[in-house]
C-alpha cells in the first residue's frame, strides 16, 4: 500500500486528524493563492512602471517598492507552502547514504529544526513588525512597515502548523488522493 494511502487512511478514520488535515489544507490554499495572486500584481506592476518610465518619460514612483512588498510576500508565504509540498530545495546526498534507521531519524531531527526556524520567524517576525508598526513606506504614507513584514511572522506560523501535521499526521498525500476527501 502507497504511503499516500496510509496516510489517508489514518486521517480518514480519525475525525480530530481528518479535521486537521481539511484545515491544514485550507491554510496551503490560501497561501497558494495570496502568493498567485502577488505575483500576478508584480506581473502587471512591472511592466506598468517600465511604460510610465520609457513611453511617457515621467516614471512613476509607487511601482517598484510596491513589486518589493510583493516579493516578500510571494517569497514568505511560497516558501510555507513549498515545505509542505516537499518542492523546496533540499540536499539528500548525505542521508541517502544512511542506513534506513538512521535515515529516519535525520528526517525527525530536520522536522525539529524546521520547527525551531519556523518560531524563529514567528517571534523575531512578530518582533520586528511590532518594533517598525509606528513607521511607514516613503511612498505610501498611509502603509505600516510593520504590515509589509507581516508574511515573516505569518510563514513561520505556517511553516510551524506544517511541521505539526507531518509530525503528527504524517505528510500531506502527494498523489491528490486528499482531493474526494467530504468537508462535512
Known sequence: MSEAVTKMTITSGNPAAAAFRRAMDALYWTGAAASCVALVLISAIIPWAVYTRYILNSAASWPEPLAVLLTVAVTFIGAANCYRQRIHMNMTVGTNLLSPRFRVAAAFISELL????????????????????????????????????????????????????????GPPPQDGSDSHIPLD
Open 114 to 169: 524546521m520547527a525551531v526556524m519556523a518560531l524563529f520567524m514567528m517571534i523575531w517576525g512578530m518582533k520586528l513588525v511590532l518594533a517598525t508598526w509606528g513607521n511607514s513606506v516613503d511612498e505610501f504614507p498611509w502603509l505600516s512597515v510593520g504590515i509589509t513584514y507581516m508574511p515573516i511572522p505569518v510563514a513561520g506560523a505556517m511553516m510551524f502548523l506544517f511541521v505539526v501535521e507531518r509530525l503528527t499526521i
